[in-house]
């Protein structure tokens, strides 16, 4: 199996491969926190083991909102990673830091408001020294690759971090300025915060592909120029990157988390012991004792209020595709109904909405009901009836909660199965552990190919099988 990397590389706008990786495989993971923007790409940087993932997924499908950012930081720190180096596109606020120049800042300000931000909660209070957010040694080495590269870098900046996906106003982008801050992007703050919680050194390049709005010669920003300079700038970066791998392969790093770990834990170990143990269970670096569920069939609930019907429907969803599908056919079914809410979650993704009614007072109460089943992939439907009496904000909330709550409960639950996905190569006097790893996994499937020097192809299994097959794997010498 993969040795640990030590050095996790996040890919931003542009940047969705790392040429010149060297030995590389596919590691698909899930996590606590559901599974990462896609799957990461382990292997050799001269010398330096480095696991690589694209932040927005492959062909940049997520958000900076929908980007699982807690599943990307737990799945880097599980494979090993001590030092993070994060590459994203940013917005200037700087007259002399131009498109096309890298920005290694060393400050953020986060002004994000739709997005989880810690590994922590839910009954483990922990608190985490974050003065520093960027690890200055590996911020000064990357720098020092930089050198005779016909490239311009500013070393140290201040980072704000805004939600997006819209970009700035113009209001916004003149008091960014104002306030002194360097850049603008819409990632870096939240995985600078999880990193550090992880222990994990952190160094974000910010590679500047416009001047936002502010800047009275260049006017709006351009989204066909923004990619253009991104891949400009993604070139750059990755030769800048195996740079700092050639000559960091005699280096210690210091690990950022030697601060991190100084955290100061408030939780009152007699009263919450259970829900500490629970979350730090989830903490990168260790493995998850806690199987994921989902509901195990659709289950229906009913409840009535002063006149008012409340029908929901609690099912198995990962995607919003399929949440998409079922609300149509509801709404058929049930065409005289005033209001069709819902609410989904899979992984670190959410969504719910009220449909008309007051805000807050169904989607949120629905969501909560799979909160507290601990259902994952999962999604509940409430269709109302209305009775010709207003209930009330508090009523609405009870109404649509104990639907919910009667619909997740008559769904039950089902662990979910995670498949694993492992390359593999047998020579050829090896072919008879095809037939054992079929015998001991009566699940695994292996699909491949005979060449010349042997068979190689892939072998899917649950992940409930990995700690097995993987002993299985190092006691015949296979890796």
């Keep these: ?15 969705y491969d790392l040429a010149g990786l060297q ?18 790409v382990v292997g050799e940087l001269d010398g330096v083991r480095a696991a690589f993932l ?10 900076p909102t929908e980007v699982p950012y807690r599943a990307n930081l737990w799945a880097l720190r599980r494979l090993g990673v001590q030092r993070v180096i994060s590459a994203s596109a940013v917005g200037s606020l700087r007259e002399d830091c131009a498109p096309g120049d890298f920005v ?29 957010p960027v690890c200055a040694q590996t911020a000064a080495a990357v720098a020092a690759a930089a050198v005779g590269m016909p490239l311009r ?3 140290g900046g201040t980072y704000v971090c805004i939600e997006g996906p819209q970009f700035s106003t113009l209001a916004e982008s003149t008091m960014h300025r104002s306030l002194g801050f360097d850049v603008v992007g819409m990632t870096g703050a939240t995985e600078a915060r999880l990193a550090r919680e992880a222990g994990m050194s952190y160094c974000s390049i910010a590679m500047v592909t416009d001047f936002d709005c502010w800047h009275p010669q260049h006017g709006d920003v351009d989204v066909a120029k923004i990619l253009e300079v991104a891949g400009r700038n993604a070139i750059a970066v990755r030769e800048l990157i195996a740079r700092d791998c050639a000559g960091g392969r005699a280096r210690r790093f210091a690990v950022a988390g030697h601060r991190a770990r100084r955290i100061a834990e408030l939780t009152r170990t007699d009263s919450h012991r259970d829900a500490r143990q629970s979350r730090a269970a989830a903490r990168p670096g260790r493995v998850s004792a806690h199987p994921r569920f989902a509901p195990a069939r659709e289950g229906c609930g009913e409840c009535e209020d002063r006149g008012s019907r409340f029908l929901a429907w609690a099912f198995r969803c990962p995607d919003e595709e399929r ?25 670190a993704r959410y969504r719910f909405t009220d449909d008309g009614e007051p805000g807050g007072t169904a989607g949120r109460p629905m969501l909560q009901a799979l909160e507290g089943a601990g259902l994952d992939e999962a999604a509940v439907i409430c269709v109302r009836y209305f009775g010709g009496v207003k209930l009330g904000t508090g009523g609405l909330v009870r109404a649509y909660s104990a639907a919910a709550a009667r619909a997740v409960e008559n769904a039950g639950r089902a662990p979910i199965v995670i498949r694993i996905q492992l390359p593999l190569f047998l020579p050829f006097a090896r072919l008879g552990l095809r037939d054992e790893i079929a015998s001991l996994f009566p699940g695994a499937v292996l699909r491949g190919d005979y060449e010349a020097e042997g068979w190689r192809g892939n072998l899917c299994f649950d992940s409930a099988e990995m700690a097995r097959l993987e002993a299985l794997l190092a006691e015949r010498g296979i890796d």
């Design 1 to 15: 199996m993969d040795r640990e990397a030590t050095l996790g590389i996040l890919g931003g706008s542009g940047v």
């Design 23 to 40: 030995d590389a495989r596919e590691v698909v993971m899930n996590t606590p926190f559901g599974a990462p923007s896609d799957a990461l």
């Design 54 to 63: 694209p932040r927005h997924g492959r062909g940049h499908r997520l958000t």
């Design 104 to 132: 290694l800042v060393d400050q953020f300000v986060d002004r994000t408001v739709a997005r989880p931000r810690s590994f922590f909660g839910e009954g483990a209070v922990v608190h985490v020294p974050l003065a520093e």
């Design 153 to 155: 870098v500013h070393s």
């Design 323 to 347: 949440l998409q599908a079922r609300l149509a056919e509801l709404r058929a079914e049930h065409p005289k109904a005033r209001h069709h809410c819902w609410a989904w979650r899979a992984g």
